[in-house]
């Protein structure tokens, strides 16, 4: 099974490394979840992700609408070529950039 990790590094900073695909994103989702707090800016350091597929970018996506019902706003680092590919097509590109 694909390894993914997210943590705090520091207030306000999270950084995921690892494989975040479909084989990883039942246990990235919630994982993820876990550590955005109500209210609070969060910056997601993505740039230790090793690989990803339309399922990471689903999870990114779910972050994003979670922290805006939290009341927090979310910012991508190091967002892999990958995400981005797939969020291009899918029309999903300026989501994620908007995040930044």
């Known amino acids: 099974m694909a390894q993914f990790d997210i943590r705090r590094v520091s207030e306000g900073r999270l950084e995921a490394s690892g494989a975040l695909g479909y084989e990883s994103a039942g246990q990235a989702l919630p994982a993820g979840l876990a550590l955005i707090s109500r209210g609070q800016p969060c910056t997601i350091d993505l740039s230790r992700v090793i690989e990803a597929d339309s399922a990471g970018l689903a999870v990114l996506v779910e ?38």
Do not use: K, M
């Open 63 to 100: 972050w994003l609408a979670t922290a805006r019902n939290r009341g927090a706003q979310i910012r991508y680092e190091g967002i892999p070529a990958q995400i981005l590919a797939v969020a291009r097509i899918s029309d999903l590109e300026s989501l994620l950039i908007d995040s930044r």
